[in-house]
């Protein structure tokens, strides 16, 4: 079995807790910081460092700050860095120079016996070399070259992301095309928008489509929706949120689309306005009619002037 195995549990003696460095630990009472509280965080951050064989690094590239202890650990960040202080104290913990916080004793609890001691030695050797390598160095071809595992399994990891710098996606591939218009979009509204790794859009968009079972495109329609939406134009500004964020996407995009939708009715008139009004006819007067006429004008201009002499 290959010697550079990575251990993903904690064997713990009995006497674990029994150990000078526990002990001072356990009779630690910093404010409200309990010595039950330090030992806590110490066996977490064991647990943390198994994958990078005692250094604490995020997906074994980040070292982790102790805000992100803090958040893993589920403490405060002033409780971890007050039980980082001790732990360097006691020399259960260093400080590597890259900023990684590195378990000293972790090895001695990862489940082997027999030769792990002698592994634990070779291992921090390699680091204190590693750690003395201030520029880069030229070695001949019988110099081995010394090299942190850690940065093997950097360079390893990065090879094999699915987000790796090396160009995966062209112009003639739909997700790459779906990217592109999202870019558009995005810049029509914010001309000052910097310029993304496409290809990193380009592969949450395909995996929207592999592993969701997102049709392409709706998801190229979604893209003019987002962006034409006074909210969601703000906060979908990568490929990834456009697949993270698709289904309330959607689930928004049929509630506006329902709201808007505009249902007509035919209005009834009441009876009484569709009644036409009758219509007024002329009817010609007879030459008898039209004499009467007159003459009841003429009296009437004829009591008109009485009235008026009268008032004078």
Not at 156 to 178: A, E, L, M, V
Not at 241 to 256: F, G, M, P, T, V
Not at 264 to 293: C, G, H, S
């Amino acid at each position: 079995m290959s010697d550079n195995k990575k251990y993903y549990y904690l064997k713990l003696k009995d006497n674990f807790f029994e150990s000078d460095e526990l002990k001072i630990l356990q009779n630690y009472n910093s404010g409200k910081n309990e010595g039950y509280v330090y030992s806590d965080i110490l066996l977490k951050m064991y647990l943390k460092s198994l994958q990078g064989n005692g250094a604490l690094l995020f997906k074994n590239r980040i070292p982790y700050k102790a805000e992100m202890l803090a958040t893993v650990t589920n403490h405060s960040v002033g409780e971890v860095k007050d039980a980082i202080e001790k732990f360097k104290a006691l020399g259960l913990v260093e400080v590597l120079d890259d900023g990684a916080i590195f378990m000293n004793d972790i090895q001695l609890f990862v489940g082997k016996s027999s030769t792990e001691a002698e592994r634990v030695k070779a291992y921090r050797d390699k680091l204190k070399s590693v750690k003395k390598i201030e520029s880069v160095q030229m070695y001949d071809k019988s110099t081995p070259e010394i090299r942190d595992k850690r940065l093997e399994i950097r360079d390893k990891n990065k090879n094999n992301s699915p987000h790796s710098d090396k160009p995966k996606y062209g112009p003639d591939d739909r997700p790459y095309q779906i990217a592109q218009h999202l870019l558009g979009k995005i810049r029509d509204n914010n001309p000052d928008f910097k310029q993304p790794n496409l290809q990193h859009w380009t592969n949450d968009i395909r995996l929207a489509h592999d592993r969701d079972k997102r049709d392409y495109d709706k998801l190229d329609n979604m893209v003019d929706w987002c962006q034409n939406d006074d909210f969601w134009q703000a906060n979908i500004l990568s490929g990834k949120k456009l697949r993270d964020k698709y289904d309330r996407l959607a689930a928004e995009a049929n509630r506006k689309f329902k709201a808007n939708k505009q249902v007509r009715t035919k209005e009834t008139l009441p009876d009484w306005a569709t009644e036409q009004a009758p219509t007024a006819t002329k009817k010609k007067l007879t030459p008898e009619q039209q004499a009467a006429l007159k003459q009841r004008m003429a009296k009437l201009d004829q009591r008109n002037s009485e009235r008026e002499e009268e008032t004078t």
